[in-house]
Nanobody, 127 residues
């Protein structure tokens, strides 16, 4: 399975971006797809996750409310809508797909080490 992120870029604080994760080479409906981000000098952190077969979503505590994860089954794509962006949201954003749901309140990126990952897309939020 291959994952390709897109939609990153530069935005002013308070703005919005929608990231996309296009998935190919596998059965889209069989995956849990998660978004992670990694800021310079920091650990990779989990943002949100969606079970593509039923649309159930999960969020990291810091992201509930401003970030929304969704899936487009017809396009085999998972989106991450981000609003009210802040400079501290600046990071490389990655998506990952796993055949098993791997999520808890303190989910760690290393738990997804066996998943398929995209190459990442840079999001830069300026003051």
């Amino acid at each position: 399975v291959q994952l390709v992120e897109s939609g990153g870029g530069w935005v002013q604080a308070g703005g919005s971006l929608r990231l996309s994760c296009a998935i190919s080479g596998g059965d889209f409906a069989s995956y849990a797809v998660a978004w992670f981000r990694q800021a310079a000098g920091k650990e990779r952190e989990a943002v949100a996750c969606i079970e593509t077969h039923n649309g159930r979503t999960y969020y990291g505590d810091s992201f509930q409310g401003r970030f929304t994860v969704s899936s487009d089954t017809a396009a085999n794509t998972v989106h991450l809508q981000m609003i009210s962006l802040k400079p501290e949201d600046t990071a490389v954003y990655y998506c990952a797909a796993s055949r098993s749901l791997i999520w808890s309140r303190n989910v760690k990126a290393e738990w997804w080490s066996g998943a398929a990952w995209g190459q990442g897309t840079q999001v830069t939020v300026s003051q």
